[in-house]
């Protein structure tokens, strides 16, 4: 099990905003900026350099989940960010995919 399919399980706690039959949505334990939101599909994709064709309307929902999580933390008009880590130098840590929603300042670019 990937450390986001033991959320999933409640095996590892965290602090959930909202979840449904495909995703899950909670806030990242290690906050980069004043909101910093994960959004974690239940099938384990490990990154986005593995989706295929069959995951399109899975990471198509994710992103409307991401605006709709966005406008219900109160980020929408001040504007986010969404960010996906794939591989080394993308800085994934987690090979489970997963959406940064991330807001609440103004954010730097480009990225480090
Ligand atoms: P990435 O580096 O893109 O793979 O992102 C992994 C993210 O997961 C990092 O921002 C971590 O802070 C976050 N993270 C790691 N463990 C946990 C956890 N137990 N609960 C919530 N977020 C976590």
Known sequence: ?????????????????????????FHDINPQ???????VP???IPRL???TEEDRILLGKL???????AHALGISQTGFRIVIN??????E??????LH?????????PPG
């Not at 992103?63 to 999580?69: M, N, R, W």
């Not at 929603?101 to 670019?109: F, M, V």
């Open 1 to 25: 099990m990937t450390l986001f399919q033991k959320i999933v399980a409640r095996e590892i706690p965290a602090k959930i905003i909202s979840e449904d039959d495909e995703s899950i949505v």
């Open 33 to 39: 900026a004043p909101i910093h939101v994960l959004l």
């Open 42 to 44: 239940k099938k384990p």
């Open 49 to 51: 350099a593995e989706a």
């Open 63 to 69: 992103l409307l989940k991401a605006q709709v999580t």
């Open 86 to 91: 794939s591989g080394r130098h993308g800085g």
């Open 93 to 98: 840590t987690i090979p489970h995919l997963h």
């Open 101 to 109: 929603l991330l807001g609440g300042r103004p954010l730097g670019w």
